[in-house]
């Protein structure tokens, strides 16, 4: 026999030349201690599978935990969020910390990791590489949160990420998310109307368009929305779903799948949106072209199977129109900001504006408001006061 080990860390006998490590990883349904073993070569491979599984069963010491590379922590704290997140943020937080952390600092000890080295080896790097402060922010939070799952568990005391800061730095500006004017909204819903000779759509998808632009819904809600959530008597549609392409967990694969989320991107995304009379003709013209029961989606690909249409083939044929009319290429999110702009314009009020859009707050809502240049001219010559002109005049 090989002897046992210190307790609580498993054993490991040998018979015959071979080598079985066994742990105990809690009770059975009995109440019986419960045991995991393999049998190896060697004693060291032994001692590998045996750390590896306390890792897994989370049965290392907290002093054992801080000694481990961030990499391995990652893991730990991914494993923990996969079913806290919904799938669409999972995929940005693993990308976030494989593209922009592991690489950085995955090497390093937890217990010997500084601020000093996730502010240059992370910050000034993303900097470097002339990455946006948004990308920024992404990484800095994502950083705090896992340190703070650390300090959580006892396996670190204090945050490195207390002396971090990513303030000074100067980013290149955020993309800026533009909104139509009137001519190019005319346009793009007559390309969206366009048919063939025979009757046939040009666009299959062309509808979606006009319609997410006189409701303001995301791309997201607008593929989640089922003809059970359609009041068309009423004039008036329920946003309870979504629709995302997420990676799939559960395949070897690694592909994506679409995923209906019973549940909207805020909380103030469940929303009720009055329709105008030009997307109630828009709808019903949608159900007489894809209309096969409640339980389907409005934007479905067909009665064979109750599933949505795919986001990529929206937007390519929404760059295919904006092609066509001269347009300068904008993502299908510009509908949701022409949808705000023009409320703006045309006086709503803002708080009106925010719940339409399903924002939790104005500031977001102001984000989405495009000050036209001649809305800012009209702002400037207020300042035209007759006193003043009269002076210059003199």
Not at 55 to 78: H, V
Not at 118 to 138: A, E, W
Request: charged share 30%.
């Amino acid at each position: 026999m090989a002897g046992r080990r210190t307790n609580g860390s498993g054993s490991i006998f040998e018979n015959n030349g071979k080598y079985t490590a066994q742990l105990r990883v809690g009770k059975n349904e009995n109440g019986k201690p419960k045991f995991i073993k393999k049998t190896f070569k060697t004693q060291r491979e032994c001692n590998d599978w045996l750390e590896e599984m306390r890792k897994s069963y989370g049965q290392l010491s907290q002093s054992e935990y801080s000694k481990l590379a961030l990499c391995e922590l990652f893991q730990l704290w991914f494993d923990y969020k996969k079913d806290r997140l919904k799938p669409k943020s999972l995929d940005r937080i693993e990308s976030t910390v494989n593209t922009h952390i592991i690489p950085a600092i995955g090497s390093h000890r937890l217990c010997d990791i500084t601020s000093e080295e996730i502010q240059r080896l992370v910050f000034d790097n993303m900097q470097k590489k002339g990455l946006s402060k948004s990308s920024m922010k992404k990484a800095y939070d994502d950083l705090n949160n896992f340190f703070k799952f650390c300090i959580d568990r006892d396996w670190l005391d204090k945050s490195p990420m207390r002396r971090v800061s990513i303030d000074n730095y100067n980013c290149k500006p955020e993309k800026i998310v533009n909104s139509f004017d009137r001519d190019q909204m005319i346009a793009i819903i007559v390309s969206s109307l366009e048919q063939y000779g025979n009757g046939t759509p040009v666009y299959e998808c062309g509808l979606i368009f006009p319609i997410m632009y006189l409701t303001g819904m995301r791309i997201s809600e607008a593929l989640g929305l089922k003809w059970g959530c359609v009041n068309l008597a009423n004039e008036w549609i329920d946003i309870k779903a979504t629709v995302v392409n997420a990676k799939d967990r559960n395949s070897d694969k690694q592909g994506r799948q679409q995923i209906v989320q019973e549940s909207g991107k805020t909380r103030n995304s469940l929303r009720r949106i009055p329709l105008s009379q030009a997307a109630l003709k828009l709808l019903y013209k949608q159900k007489e072209r894809r209309y096969y029961g409640e339980d389907y989606f409005v934007f479905n690909i067909g009665r064979e199977e109750i599933r949505a249409m795919e986001a990529h083939n929206i937007s390519r044929s929404f760059t295919n129109i904006l092609k066509k009319n001269n347009i300068r290429h904008e993502g299908v999110h510009s509908l949701r900001h022409t949808f705000a702009t023009d409320l703006s314009e045309n006086d709503v009020d803002e708080i009106v504006i925010k719940r339409l859009l399903g924002h939790s707050n104005s500031n977001v809502t102001m984000r989405y408001i495009d000050t036209r240049f001649k809305e800012m001219k009209k702002a400037v010559k207020t300042l035209d006061t007759e006193d003043i002109i009269c002076l210059l005049d003199e």
